[in-house]
């Protein structure tokens, strides 16, 4: 699927406003891709579906968690990060995505994961950081992404932290492990 019939599909599962930020997560990923020598078609191909499910009811979503047996401790948390392995069944089912890769970094672009692949990183910082996010500590991230990519993540890991935990949210434990993946590895 080419990057036009791709961004037609998920066009129709998304609002305009999350249809903008899929485009500015694909530019950011590309360029993020490009500079840290990930495959761009890839992380084109993630960054275009990484909100694919974004949209779909909530109830759906936690019965695709459980039929296709996902992480069950997945429906103890915000329903803001179920989008994420759901959008990442759903892109395979409904879109005919089938590279591992691909899949892994839209499954994981909200929460992180142990041993991110570099796909992943791209991913997830460019869902962080594109042009449309404003928010305290978006433009620290933007800079240490200039030069460190996993610089990069560990601030938005540390800031997405942080803002839970202000809010008295739960971290998703996935979270506090990558983190905890990056600083170990540093």
Same mark, same amino acid.
């Given at each position: 699927?080419?990057?036009?019939?791709? @961004?037609?599909? #998920?066009?129709?599962?998304?609002?305009?406003?999350?249809?903008?930020?899929?485009?500015?997560?694909?530019?950011?990923?590309?360029?993020?891709?490009?500079?840290?020598?990930?495959? &761009? %078609? %890839? !992380?084109?191909?993630?960054?275009?579906?990484?909100?694919? !499910?974004?949209?779909?009811?909530?109830?759906?979503? %936690?019965?695709?968690?459980?039929?296709?047996?996902?992480?069950?401790?997945?429906?103890?948390?915000?329903?803001?990060?179920?989008?994420?392995? #759901?959008?990442?069944?759903?892109?395979?089912?409904?879109?005919?995505?089938?590279?591992?890769?691909?899949? *892994?970094?839209?499954?994981?672009?909200?929460?992180?994961?142990?041993?991110?692949?570099?796909?992943?990183?791209?991913?997830?910082?460019?869902?962080?950081?594109?042009?449309?996010? %404003?928010?305290?500590? #978006?433009?620290?991230?933007?800079?240490? !992404?200039?030069? *460190?990519?996993?610089?990069?993540?560990?601030? &938005?890991?540390?800031?997405?932290?942080?803002?839970?935990?202000?809010?008295?949210?739960? #971290?998703?434990?996935?979270?506090?492990?990558?983190?905890? &993946? @990056?600083?170990?590895?540093?």
């Amino acid at each position: 699927m080419n990057r036009e019939e791709a @961004l037609a599909c #998920v066009k129709q599962q998304l609002t305009e406003h999350r249809y903008i930020h899929t485009i500015g997560v694909m530019n950011t990923a590309i360029e993020l891709a490009e500079r840290f020598g990930a495959d &761009s %078609k %890839k !992380a084109e191909t993630a960054a275009i579906f990484h909100d694919y !499910a974004k949209f779909r009811p909530k109830e759906e979503m %936690k019965q695709i968690i459980i039929r296709e047996n996902m992480p069950e401790h997945l429906l103890s948390y915000n329903p803001e990060l179920w989008h994420a392995p #759901v959008g990442a069944y759903l892109a395979e089912q409904e879109a005919g995505i089938t590279d591992g890769e691909v899949l *892994d970094a839209i499954r994981f672009h909200t929460s992180g994961r142990p041993d991110m692949t570099l796909l992943d990183k791209v991913i997830y910082v460019a869902d962080y950081i594109e042009p449309g996010r %404003k928010f305290p500590g #978006v433009d620290d991230v933007r800079e240490l !992404a200039e030069t *460190d990519l996993n610089q990069a993540l560990i601030q &938005s890991l540390k800031n997405t932290m942080i803002f839970l935990m202000k809010k008295n949210q739960p #971290v998703f434990p996935d979270t506090f492990a990558t983190y905890n &993946s @990056l600083v170990s590895a540093n």
